[in-house]
């Protein structure tokens, strides 16, 4: 079946403009996470959806990052004003929840990431 | 907090070698242990989990892990490498909705 999707593969933007990069998750996934990887700073988490709801938004590294869900399913991580220290893979999983609550058994399925540039 | 270290940044290994990555965790309960690989491009591709019981997880691809709770580790091993398994390997621990991260192992495979 179809996994997650993220689009665009590569973005390269210039300083302070905003960019929106999207997440399709698997097909009946209710929770989705946004992960970024980036040279300095490994992989860091930076949010979660539990439906259209993001219970958890501390990971977001300032008010220029934002993330929203709708219907469920796509989710876009705006970035605003980019700075080059936002130049960083964005990663993108979803899973069920079929632990009750604890999410820490589900297993989380990865997209192939966006490559974000700021030049 | 929980943390998790990956002590080798890079690991080069004959192709038909034994293969081993080595992981520790810092977590104060009882922790949810992943290993996952990322290919060149690619997104993160889970080998194997562990939550509970038997402490020797078999995963895919050929790969198993060992948790060892009184070394805190969790330790992936493949018995005969293959040059497929060149690749970047990550060990994380579950807590709640969040996977913490180590900084990753490279591995090379030589001919």
């Known amino acids: 079946g179809a996994g997650v999707s993220q689009s665009p593969s590569n973005k390269v933007t210039e300083k302070g403009k905003d960019v929106e990069l999207r997440c399709d998750p698997i097909?009946?996934?209710?929770?989705l996470y946004w992960y970024r990887q980036s040279l300095g700073q490994g992989l860091e988490f930076l949010i979660y959806?539990?439906?259209?709801?993001?219970?958890?938004k501390s990971g977001l590294p300032s008010d220029r990052f934002s993330a929203e869900r709708t219907g469920g399913s796509v989710s876009t991580l705006t970035i605003q004003r980019t700075q080059q220290e936002d130049s960083a893979v964005y990663l993108c999983?979803?899973?069920?929840?079929?632990?009750?609550?604890?999410?820490?058994?589900?297993?989380?399925?990865f997209g192939p990431g966006t490559r974000l540039t700021v030049l | 907090a929980q943390s998790v270290t990956q002590p080798d940044i890079h690991i080069t290994v004959s192709e038909g070698a034994s293969l081993e990555l080595r992981c520790n965790y810092s977590?104060?309960?009882?922790?949810?242990l992943f290993w996952y690989v990322q290919s060149p491009g690619q997104g993160l591709q889970l080998l194997l989990k562990y939550f509970s019981g038997d402490t020797l997880v078999q995963g895919i691809k050929g790969f198993e892990a060992e948790f060892k709770r009184s070394q805190s580790s969790f330790n992936l091993r493949k018995p005969s490498v293959h040059w497929s398994d060149a690749a970047e390997y990550f060990c994380a621990v579950g807590v709640l909705y969040r996977l913490s991260f180590g900084a990753g192992t490279t591995v090379t495979v030589r001919a």
């Open positions: 999983a979803s899973s069920l929840i079929t632990s009750g609550g604890t999410y820490s058994t589900d297993t989380q399925y």
């Open positions: 977590y104060g309960a009882t922790p949810y």
């Open positions: 959806f539990q439906g259209n709801s993001a219970p958890d």
């Open positions: 097909s009946g996934h209710t929770a």
